[in-house]
């Protein structure tokens, strides 16, 4: 696994970087058949995963202990909460929290279920729509991977690679070419999703750099950010996840917490507590017709951001899933699920409030450079700082909290294709872990450098385009979670 994924990484890397412009235009081409002809696949899938979650909690099946039941957790609620929230969605959370809200309202876009744009209602169906990409539904499909692949690998002894969750459909058919195709699959997929975030996370970095300090954004010091991320990345890998990917998690959370309190007490804090009340209405009230898929009025919005959304996270799901997986021994079913559904999306609930929330209200109120709408997405979240008080104290809090989501990222992820690559062991060596982690750097940086963001593109459609194999992967991995549960709670 690990030669045959490096040398078809490797090649990919080469057509891209040769042919920048060719290669987006097919994968992107590939990237939109695949949103287009199966939306509904996309949509009735994520839909399923959210049902299949939450019976999960309330069956007896949520008693069974990963582990077996004299398992004990290997790290703290607060330690494993925030190892599992960094490596979830933490970076996306910066970059669209502003962004995205912003972009419904005003119809940078469209607009979820066609309402008019700078209504009232557009206001809080922004909020509501936002929340809906990134509250239970991604977190589903995440939680499908990662009690799949704890199960098998504590509870059956098998090791922990994406193969392992398919035992009691394909049996010992998983060491043969079925298991290396879907191993393969989560590898690229991984691999892909993370270099691109890397390089478009660099190009966010960058522009909040130049915005604070004047310092400029060329292509210099988007390599000079990724040689840095890259660097601390690799350290912490090499550190292991106790002493490395641990660490930066939880430091990651305290300034997550941090900045989210200053956002709270220099902004309006009445109208985001009462913003949160009016997100969790409208989520609660327009799930259901956000997830429909049948004769939608609103369906080029729907293409464009939920269904890529889904795209997206599932495409995500083997390196997140399996990252949660490793981390979660010693959980029982129940805890798991809660914390994987119910948590994440409270505590998104209240960033998006802050976040989301104070940007709308400098808009409505025609306040600094957002009242123009969205000029440059990555610029979105330091011109609202910029309208508040100690905004180059936020902007800077805000710049270090962008550079540790990422390293964190990248970090567990590098993690996640070892252990592929390794055939499961959870303590690759260590060559190869550093391999990975500046593989993850190198494809980043070379691509920006030389196709910029056609070549960043196309890896991102590439990424999204692994999703449509993925999904059929998902549906089957529910049925053979179940088998493996109810086989498990019949000793």
Aim: glycine content about 8%; proline content about 3%.
């Amino acid at each position: 696994m690990f030669f045959l994924s490096a040398i078809l990484i490797v090649l990919f890397v080469i057509v891209t970087i040769m042919f920048p412009h060719i290669s987006k235009e097919f994968l992107d081409g590939a990237k939109w058949w695949t949103i287009n002809h199966f939306d509904w696949l996309f949509m009735g899938a994520s839909n399923f995963f959210v049902i299949f979650c939450f019976l999960l909690i309330f069956l007896p099946l949520g008693k069974i202990r990963l582990g077996g039941n004299e398992a004990k957790p290997e790290f703290s609620r607060v330690s494993w909460f925030s190892m599992l929230f960094a490596a979830g969605m933490g970076i996306g959370l910066m970059f669209w929290s502003v962004a995205e809200p912003i972009a419904y309202y005003t119809a940078w876009y469209k607009t979820p279920l066609g309402v008019e744009p700078f209504t009232p209602e557009a206001a809080s169906l922004a909020m509501g729509a936002t929340m809906y990409h990134w509250g239970v539904h991604p977190w589903a499909i995440y939680g499908v991977v990662a009690l799949s692949l704890a199960f098998f690998s504590y509870n059956k002894k098998l090791p922990l690679t994406i193969r392992s969750a398919f035992y009691p459909l394909l049996k010992e058919k998983i060491w043969g070419w079925p298991g290396h195709l879907i191993d393969l699959l989560a590898v690229l997929a991984t691999i892909f999703g993370l270099a691109t975030s890397l390089g478009l996370g660099a190009q966010q970095a960058a522009s909040g750099l130049d915005y604070v300090f004047g310092i400029g954004k060329d292509i210099n010091i988007q390599i000079g950010i990724i040689i840095f991320i890259t660097a601390i990345a690799t350290i912490s890998v090499v550190r292991g996840i106790h002493g490395g990917v641990k660490l930066l998690s939880n430091l990651n959370m305290i300034v997550a917490v941090i900045v989210l309190l200053f956002i709270i007490i220099v902004g309006a804090s009445t109208h985001i507590f009462s913003m949160f009340f009016d997100t969790f209405v409208s989520y609660a009230k327009n799930i259901i017709p956000l997830s429909n898929f049948v004769n939608r009025d609103d369906e080029a919005w729907m293409h464009g951001w939920t269904v890529f959304y889904w795209a997206w996270w599932i495409s995500w799901s083997p390196f997140v899933g399996m990252f949660i997986a490793r981390v979660s021994k010693g959980r029982t079913v129940r805890e798991f699920m809660i914390a994987i559904l119910v948590i994440p999306t409270f505590i998104t609930m209240i960033w998006m409030s802050a976040f989301g929330g104070t940007a709308l209200k400098q808009v409505q109120n025609h306040i600094g450079e957002l009242s123009d709408g969205i000029s440059t997405v990555s610029l979105a979240m330091f011109q609202m700082f910029n309208n508040l008080a100690w905004s180059s104290t936020l902007s800077v809090l805000g710049i270090i909290l962008v550079l540790i989501f990422f390293v964190t990222s990248s970090d567990s992820g590098s993690l996640v294709i070892d252990s592929i690559t390794a055939g499961g062991k959870l303590d690759a060596p260590i060559p190869q872990r550093v391999f990975w982690a500046t593989m993850e750097g190198l494809i980043a940086g070379s691509l920006l450098f030389v196709g910029g963001k056609d070549a960043l593109s196309a890896l991102q459609a590439g990424a999204i385009t692994t999703g449509l194999p993925f999904t059929i992967v998902l549906l089957f991995m529910c049925l053979s979670l179940y088998k493996g549960l109810k086989s498990e709670s019949k000793v």
